[in-house]
């Protein structure tokens, strides 16, 4: 079965500090990464996603992510943290052949002024 | 531009009560899921139908029922609610197996649900 793993439960950054959370992927083949956010009270919004090609891939509100095969990682990094930013994020795999995607537990991120 | 529709958005039940909950999306998809969600769980998937007429159990099916209306429409209903059902639920949907691929899923805001 798959599982995706974030390894954080909390993260907290200084606003203006560079941000990585992390996220390790299960499936051996060709997974398919997503990084989701959800802000209180909120659903949940896509960030970005990998499906193949270049292993950095960029996404919105200024996050990229990178694709790791030999670590079984698919990491996001944003180089400057805003207020704004303060959320939870979740990181999710699917795979060729399956209609659903697998998350991870989340990773709360608190910003500090 | 409405995307994924979840109703109601909070509700309260007495244990032993039964609700539906509503989904709608408007983005033509193949695939609808319920998911779960609680502290320090991440989502769980509940049920999902991966094309109108097909449903099938995700990981926590216990206590639910689904109906796929039609393409648009994906129902979740809770027959007997306990208070081990207390959760966010949502809903979402996507284009999955597109030519193969899991592609993303799309999120509605969520239902707060509390069984007493």
């Known amino acids: 079965a798959q599982s995706v793993t974030q390894p954080d439960i909390h993260i907290t950054v200084s606003e203006g500090a560079s941000l990585e959370l992390r996220c390790n992927y299960s499936?051996?083949?060709?997974?398919?990464l997503f990084w989701y956010v959800q802000s209180p009270g909120q659903g949940l919004q896509l960030l970005l996603k990998?499906?193949?090609?270049?292993?950095l891939v960029q996404g919105i509100k200024g996050f990229e992510a990178e694709f790791k095969r030999s670590q079984s990682s698919f990491n996001l990094r944003k180089p400057s943290v805003h207020w704004s930013d303060a959320a939870e994020y979740f990181c999710a795999e699917g795979n060729s052949g399956y209609s659903t995607l697998t998350f991870g537990k989340g990773t709360m991120l608190l910003v500090s002024p | 531009n409405a995307g994924v529709t979840q109703t109601p958005k909070f509700q309260v039940l007495k244990t032993g009560q039964s609700m539906t909950l509503q989904c709608a999306q408007d983005?033509?998809?193949?695939?609808m899921y319920w998911y779960r969600q609680d502290p320090g769980m991440g989502l769980r998937l509940i049920y999902y139908s991966a094309s109108e007429g097909t449903t099938d159990k995700g990981e926590v099916p216990n206590g639910y029922n689904v109906s796929r209306l039609n393409k648009r429409e994906f129902s979740l209903r809770l027959e007997s609610a306990a208070p081990s059902q207390t959760s966010v639920y949502f809903c979402?949907?996507?284009?999955?197996?597109?030519?193969?691929?899991?592609?993303?899923?799309?999120f509605g805001q969520g239902t707060r649900l509390t069984v007493v």
């Open positions: 990998y499906f193949s090609g270049d292993t």
């Open positions: 499936y051996g083949a060709t997974p398919y």
């Open positions: 983005m033509n998809h193949n695939s």
């Open positions: 979402a949907s996507s284009a999955s197996p597109d030519r193969g691929l899991t592609t993303e899923a799309f």
